[in-house]
């Protein structure tokens, strides 16, 4: 199969579990309230890595911005060693309230959100309804959310979609003032921690580009567990780092 610069599916109904996990097996994702996938994410003035690569192609340009690869990951659970324990793990779970429950929109989320987007150096969308949310506010994917508490303050949420045997990634916030604490980090733990309680089979974090390396944090959630989306080929791989310029090259290739 060929690669794909954007394909989408709008839901006229909630997805189903099952339907869900079957998107996410051939390399679709949720967006808003979408269904969506791609190999390809154009920006401008896109970033390059600090290395030098001689054996990668290079850009390609469309509608005047550049345009970069991406891969699909996801975290094999079955394949996980004794997880590694987060540096902060004891003092977060001895100060801060964590809470896990089905997600439901409000304010102090948005408020969070506000926050958070004062203290990140790419782009995001404007609100987290935005980022949540098409026009029409549909909820169409069965959502939870850990939140977590200093005292009643609301100081980091992590919002992920459950399906029958899997679940995805969709957003961390968290608040500048707790940056020290890797507060993203620990929510990605507790968002594998809860999918192996429900016996999932997978972890979806999204892609990762070969040419941005904001998106690396996700090949080091679990390295020895992670999968990477070769869509020619249909096929999930085990990531391996020698295979950074290999996919790039291969991409831009068949494109």
């Not at 996990?21 to 051939?26: H, I, P, V």
């Not at 549909?138 to 009643?152: K, Q, R, V, W």
């Not at 990477?228 to 090259?249: C, D, G, T, Y």
């Amino acid at each position: 199969m060929p690669s794909v610069f954007y394909q989408k599916i709008l839901p006229q109904e909630k997805v189903s579990p099952e339907q869900y996990s079957e998107f996410l097996e051939r390399g679709w994702y949720r967006v808003q309230q979408i269904l969506m996938t791609t190999d390809f994410i154009m920006m401008e003035g896109m970033p390059r890595r600090k290395e030098s690569i001689e054996d990668f192609k290079g850009y390609f340009q469309y509608q005047g911005k550049e345009v970069g690869p991406v891969f699909w990951l996801r975290i094999n659970l079955n394949q996980l060693a004794k997880p590694k324990k987060h540096p902060f793990q004891k003092f977060i779970e001895t100060n801060f309230r964590i809470e896990v429950k089905p997600f439901e929109y409000h304010p102090a989320y948005e408020e969070l959100y506000a926050k958070y987007l004062n203290g990140i150096q790419f782009d995001a969308s404007p609100t987290l309804f935005d980022y949540i949310f098409d026009v029409e506010g549909g909820d169409y994917f069965n959502s939870t959310a850990i939140n977590l508490y200093d005292n009643d303050q609301l100081i980091a949420f992590g919002i992920f979609d459950e399906a029958d045997t899997c679940s995805a990634g969709i957003i961390n916030c968290f608040d500048p003032s707790y940056k020290k604490y890797s507060l993203g980090k620990y929510l990605i733990k507790k968002k594998i921690e809860h999918s192996l309680q429900k016996e999932h089979q997978y972890y979806y974090p999204g892609y990762f580009s070969t040419r941005i390396p904001k998106f690396d944090y996700k090949l080091q959630i679990e390295p020895n567990a992670t999968e990477v989306w070769i869509r020619e080929a249909q096929q999930w791989i085990h990531f391996e780092p020698s295979l950074m310029n290999k996919l790039e090259n291969y991409l831009i290739g068949i494109y």
